[in-house]
């Protein structure tokens, strides 16, 4: 018995360990811990084109440490839409390296009265990455300015990981 039970405590043990061991990145395969300028951030990935399309749209609220991070398959010119977004977003995109390559601030852009999709979807602005991005960061309007990201800086990104997830 004293040895079954000793062999329980060394295995809660070594699972304990293992726990520890694992890397703080990811918090699960759905959220990525990402530090910006010291501040960290709990960021939804959205990794496949049905994530990616639906984005932080019909969000009534974005935390103060929280946002979206898109993952696409390869390096591109991007451009998002304020499509069904109930709050102003600020996004950073950022090339295969981690590397801003473009920010813009995004004010909300509703439905009008009776407006058809179609009528909708040709009004809503386009912002643009300018350059070929792999990766767009979501954040609560005004996030960027304070944290003082713009074009040329890095965010610290496990991007090999990140790459193989997007669908």
């Known amino acids: 018995m004293a040895t079954r039970t000793l062999l329980i405590s060394c295995l809660a043990c070594v699972a304990l360990l293992l726990a520890a061991c694992v890397p703080n990145e990811a918090v699960s395969n759905d959220v990525e811990t990402v530090r910006i300028e010291g501040e960290v951030f709990f960021l939804e990935i959205a990794a496949d084109n049905a994530t990616r399309l639906r984005g932080l749209g019909g969000r009534e609220l974005i935390e ?4 979206m991070l898109f ?3 390869r390096p591109r010119v991007l451009g998002f839409v304020m499509r069904d977004c109930l709050v102003p977003i600020d996004i950073a995109f950022l090339d295969q390296f981690g590397t801003v390559v ?3 601030e995004m004010p909300i ?9 179609q009528a909708y979807e040709r009004r809503l602005t386009t ?7 792999q990766f767009a960061i979501e954040l609560r309007a005004g996030k960027l300015r304070e944290l003082g990201i713009e074009r040329g800086d890095t965010i610290d990104l496990d991007t090999t990981r990140l790459q193989r997830s997007a669908r």
């Open 64 to 67: 103060e440490d929280g946002g």
């Open 71 to 73: 993952v696409f398959p």
């Open 102 to 104: 473009a920010t813009h």
């Open 109 to 117: 852009e509703p439905r009008e009265p009776g407006e058809s999709d």
């Open 127 to 133: 912002y643009s990455s300018n350059a070929a991005a």
